[in-house]
């Protein structure tokens, strides 16, 4: 699929410029840019398997997928190879991903992101923006990975205690004559390098608003690497004029193609009058690819149309011999304790299932009357059959502990009520335009002067439970509470209720 607008009554055909690289055209020069991007591939070193359907929701409305290829895809060493073709196939050609590099399998849980930047970086990766989950680690370890990295870390909106940047905010490449600029944003929704780092994460859209404007002064065409969510760099397109494409992640949207945010028309027939927005789903299953066209005439240079795709990552992609030495160094330390199987599923865990599963595992765990936990705590679907360790930590890759608590029923419905929709284990509750109209404990209505005794882990205890609710951390990974769990029971069958309603 090729999209253009206007062009044709010119009598010149997309066809013609999507042949072109590099060249003349009635005295106009033209560039042919390709740039191939993922986001969010949290910590997917290996190939993985998706289930047979999906549904997503990740900072947005959820997305109900069904993929052609769904089993055995992704590696970060086959997509070198598919970088590599690509990369011998076209020409201008930038690499570049858009955050969540890490946080969602044992190699994150046990390097705390060394693995995956230095997969990235021999992989060819020439730019990156830091997401969220990049700031999950300590400030320590955060800023280790900016020193490792052998590509620019980009975040213009990312401010130390003194008030000055801690990352690169831009970097402008020169391809074939034009001068490219990519700015980085992340969004403010970050962890643990932040509160210990003293950082302030600046609001994106406004921080762009100031940096836009120069960027254009100094180069031909300005690109957007965030980490905000699609719905945000929609918000970006249409506020702040001047940018000709975002490459996008953090809302794990599937865009097959691109999307455009229309502007207001000019008079240049030459001119796209719109931005371009991309982004790669998740995991690294696919590598995309945009094709941006830039024309350099009367006025300089205009970006007049666009193309893209997403390149499913198969078996049948070989894998690059540097990356998968690089991934396997890291592998091979962790094998014996990842690979082992520790029980079985049923059937493919999608929609509410993984999360009740998880809240189930956290209630049987402490013998509580309720758990509540929040549903991006639970990072992945389980695939029909064998659960293996490494799974689990896919499934909940994250250090919190086991926290318990008690609650009176009124404190117990704010909770339900404020704290971000979340998962819940014997417990079903409906919020309808704001307020709590239905909430039941072992079904029963919740009683607002009975005292329950409640279950989470750390992070929930710390964003989202109130601060005259007293709070025992006992002290268990969270993650240890769900194999032990899954050891006991030993096959599992999803549940895929909705206990919450929204």
Known sequence: MNYRLRLKAFGITTALLAALSVGQVFGAKYVRLTILHTNDTHSHLLPFSYPASLEVANDGPAQHITLKEYRNIGGIARRAT????????????????????IDGSPFSVEFAGEAEFAAAGAAGYEVVVTGNHEYSNTYDNFTKRLDEARFPVLGANVYKKDGTLLLTPYVIKNEDGMRIAILGLVTPNTYTAVKEGGLEIKDPIEVAKVMVPKLREQADA????????????????????????????????????PALVAHTPDDDPFTLDGTVIAQDFQWGGDL?????????????WTLMSYDGKLIPITKDIPEDPAVRAIVEKYHKKIATKYDVVIGNAEADFIGEAPANMVSDAMRDATGADFTVQNYGGVRTDLVEGPLTMGDITMLFPFNNTVVTFEATGAQLKDILLHGGRPAVSNIVYRVADGKLVFAEIGGK??????????????????TSIPKDIKVVDIRTNAREAIISYLKAKQTIAPDSARRADF
């Open 288 to 300: 995309g690819e945009v094709d941006l066209t830039f024309r350099q005439g009367d006025k300089g």
């Open 222 to 257: 300005v690109i957007l690497l965030t980490h905000i969510g699609y719905d945000e760099d929609r918000l970006l397109a249409e506020k702040v004029p001047g940018i000709d494409a975002i490459i996008g992640g953090h809302s794990h949207t599937r865009l097959e193609h």
């Open 445 to 462: 209505p919740i009683d607002d002067s009975t005292l329950y005794k409640g279950v989470t882990h750390s992070f929930f205890a710390e």
């Open 82 to 101: 598919l970088i590599k073709q690509l990369e011998a196939e076209h020409s201008p050609v930038l690499v570049m991903d858009a955050g969540d590099l």
